[in-house]
């Protein structure tokens, strides 16, 4: 492989250890899912290369560490031929990460693993400003914690309630935890306070004769951090309900934070310095002229 360039490895999915004489190789995973054919592979190398373990990243990745600057190219062949893909470090749209959803859990609002998928092809490696990180959490139970990204997606249902087949059984209001519905099971009365009401859809999802329903949407967050600084995300706009809107949502923040932030500054930060209404307004015009259509 020749002479040691540190940077270029890094671009290349090997990054420097403690000891300066290993490497450690991030592989590129979309929301934590990973076939068993590639598993069989990073089996291999880890076992061949490395030290006979992974590791499994804060962010749903794998590593393989303490690998041999020697070795390199031929790991690198080898994952080739696998079809094996290496994972971007540095100033990047980094690992797309997200629950398993709605297809396999029952809490979920909306399809994290497949947008997952459409997020990785579509802004997976993308150059900008500082690392950025995208998060996927399918309900307000909110495993992947969407604020703490620099966008989080979080699954949301606004709920409609259908006074006809409602047999004021009380459960929508047991499992709602903001005290947005009230039930008078004698006088058959129901209350619901929308503005109490934080779409997380566990009414709908509770109730046994289908008198709530409700139309899946998506909350998006912008600004979050979680390391040297910790910064909750604000949410950027009111629930979208298409991937059309959501998509350009992201394009737009993405454009945004090229245009707007420094070398070496998270989105969050670049928005503490110019303000969060430049950015959001801009979001809200782009779901504005998306209605529109």
């Not at 503005?195 to 999802?205: E, Q």
Request: charged letters at 30%.
């Amino acid at each position: 492989m020749g002479q040691m360039d540190y940077k270029e490895l890094k671009n290349n999915c090997f990054m420097r250890q403690a000891d300066k004489d290993r490497f450690s190789l991030r592989l590129r995973i979309a929301g934590g899912k990973v076939g068993v054919q590639d598993l069989k592979k990073v089996y291999e190398l880890a076992e061949k290369y490395g030290e006979g373990y992974i590791h499994l990243t804060s962010r749903q990745s794998i590593e393989i560490p303490f690998l041999k600057f020697e070795e390199l190219d031929a790991i690198k062949k080898e994952m080739q031929e696998a079809g094996l893909r290496g994972g971007f470090c540095g100033a990047r749209v980094r690992t797309i990460t997200a629950c398993q959803g709605c297809t396999v859990c029952q809490s979920g609002l909306i399809d994290s693993a497949d947008l997952a998928q459409e997020f990785d092809a579509l802004y997976y490696g993308r150059e900008v400003p500082h690392k950025f990180k995208i998060g996927i959490t399918g309900c307000h139970n909110n495993c992947l914690k969407a604020e703490e990204n620099d966008l989080g997606i979080k699954g949301a249902m606004k709920p409609v309630w259908n006074k006809e087949t409602c047999t004021y059984c009380g459960l929508c209001e047991s499992k709602c935890r903001h005290g947005a519905i009230h039930v008078d099971k004698q006088n058959k009365t129901l209350v619901h306070d929308e503005s109490a009401c934080i779409l997380c859809g566990k009414c709908v999802k509770a109730c046994p004769v289908q008198a709530w329903t409700g139309e899946p949407g998506f909350k998006v967050y912008i600004g979050g951090l979680f390391g040297n600084s910790i910064q909750i995300g604000r949410q950027a706009v009111p629930i979208v309900y298409s991937k059309e809107e959501l998509h350009a949502i992201i394009e737009a923040t993405i454009e945004f934070f090229k245009t707007h932030g420094k070398k070496g500054e998270r989105l969050g930060k670049a928005l503490n310095r110019i303000g969060w209404e430049p950015l959001f307004d801009e979001l809200n015009e782009v779901v504005k002229n998306h209605k529109k259509d």
